[in-house]
């Protein structure tokens, strides 16, 4: 995030945005890693029909995705003692399950570990902040335009949480990221991977390096290439609307967020900044206002 964010803009986010950014780094994905009785819950569910600790809001919900994604599939999905095949689906529906709620999981966490833990002086919205940054990263555009994404002035105006551009940091940051600590190679070896993920995966365990004389991005493993969308982002302190270009191309090399103003008039009419990022010769520009 850090390295998105330009120095100046940097050095004026306020305490509880440095914070919120880095607490939420740390648990938008939290959710990925349920807890184990959870999953063990939802697999037995598959395979014999025994809600076991799952209450009825759970199996609904499981059922509902289910309908929705696996041509109406009802547990159990096999009679008797399961095949290997069947065990093989079982895990990966529930992979593929917990993915799909892992931000609602990850509420569940955040809200059941820090209520009452974490506190911030004249921020009593923290954790209700802290959550909605979190599930940001897999918000639609309609909701991360709301009100609930507008800036807050805390501590008499003095300092400003603008969860907008949090959000869009975090999102930005979420994708770029490419660190081979993420994905060690030693889990792709013992994962048995599916074909369709491979890609994915190879995308993080890729190591870079940059050209400092020429400011350009190398690669030394070869990097899949992405459908880019590059949009306007045009934003005010109660609205935002995005546009982008299509262009396909490589990672980027290079990348900055400016965010909007939040001096005297500007924290009403907002002002322009600038999202560039450059690649080969062309350019994804966001442009805020």
């Given at each position: 995030?850090?390295?998105?964010?330009?120095?100046?803009?940097?050095?004026?986010?306020?305490?509880?945005?440095?914070?919120?950014?880095?607490?939420?780094?740390?648990?938008?994905?939290?959710?990925?890693?349920?807890?184990?009785?959870?999953?063990?819950?939802?697999?037995?569910?598959?395979?014999?029909?025994?809600?076991?600790?799952l209450?009825?809001?759970?199996?609904?919900?499981?059922?509902?995705?289910?309908?929705?994604?696996?041509?109406?599939?009802?547990?159990?999905?096999?009679?008797?003692?399961?095949?290997?095949?069947?065990?093989?689906?079982?895990?990966?529906?529930?992979?593929?399950?917990?993915?799909?709620?892992?931000?609602?999981?990850?509420?569940?966490?955040?809200?059941?570990e820090?209520?009452?833990?974490?506190?911030?002086?004249?921020?009593?919205?923290?954790?209700?902040?802290?959550?909605?940054?979190?599930?940001?990263?897999?918000?639609?555009?309609?909701?991360?335009?709301?009100?609930?994404?507008?800036?807050?002035?805390?501590?008499?105006?003095?300092?400003?949480?603008?969860?907008?551009?949090?959000?869009?940091?975090?999102?930005?940051?979420?994708?770029?990221?490419?660190?081979?600590?993420?994905?060690?190679?030693?889990l792709?070896?013992h994962?048995?991977?599916?074909?369709?993920?491979?890609?994915?995966?190879?995308?993080?365990?890729?190591?870079?390096?940059?050209?400092?004389?020429?400011?350009?991005?190398?690669?030394?493993?070869r990097?899949?290439?992405?459908?880019?969308?590059?949009?306007?982002?045009?934003?005010?302190?109660?609205?935002?609307?995005?546009n982008?270009?299509?262009?396909?191309?490589?990672?980027?090399?290079?990348?900055?967020?400016?965010?909007p103003?939040?001096?005297?008039?500007?924290?009403?009419?907002?002002?322009?900044?600038?999202?560039?990022?450059?690649?080969?010769?062309?350019?994804?520009?966001a442009?805020?206002?």
């Amino acid at each position: 995030m850090s390295k998105i964010v330009p120095a100046d803009t940097l050095a004026e986010l306020s305490a509880y945005e440095l914070a919120l950014l880095l607490l939420s780094a740390h648990l938008h994905d939290a959710g990925m890693s349920p807890r184990h009785g959870l999953v063990v819950a939802h697999h037995e569910y598959l395979l014999t029909g025994d809600r076991g600790s799952l209450d009825e809001a759970s199996v609904r919900e499981f059922q509902h995705w289910l309908d929705r994604h696996h041509d109406g599939m009802v547990p159990p999905i096999c009679t008797g003692r399961p095949a290997v095949a069947d065990l093989r689906t079982a895990n990966l529906l529930v992979a593929h399950y917990v993915r799909f709620r892992h931000i609602d999981w990850g509420e569940t966490w955040t809200r059941a570990e820090l209520v009452g833990r974490l506190r911030f002086r004249g921020y009593e919205d923290v954790i209700d902040d802290l959550v909605l940054l979190c599930r940001s990263h897999g918000e639609g555009y309609g909701v991360l335009r709301g009100d609930r994404f507008n800036p807050r002035f805390l501590l008499g105006g003095s300092a400003v949480v603008h969860l907008r551009y949090l959000a869009a940091v975090l999102r930005v940051a979420d994708v770029l990221e490419i660190d081979p600590e993420r994905t060690p190679e030693v889990l792709f070896r013992h994962r048995n991977v599916a074909p369709g993920s491979v890609i994915y995966w190879h995308k993080r365990i890729t190591r870079s390096t940059c050209r400092s004389k020429t400011r350009a991005a190398s690669w030394r493993r070869r990097v899949p290439r992405l459908r880019c969308c590059t949009r306007q982002l045009r934003r005010r302190s109660t609205a935002s609307k995005m546009n982008f270009d299509c262009a396909e191309t490589s990672m980027p090399p290079s990348l900055s967020i400016a965010r909007p103003c939040m001096a005297g008039s500007c924290r009403t009419d907002g002002c322009w900044s600038r999202l560039s990022i450059e690649t080969s010769g062309r350019g994804m520009t966001a442009m805020c206002i």
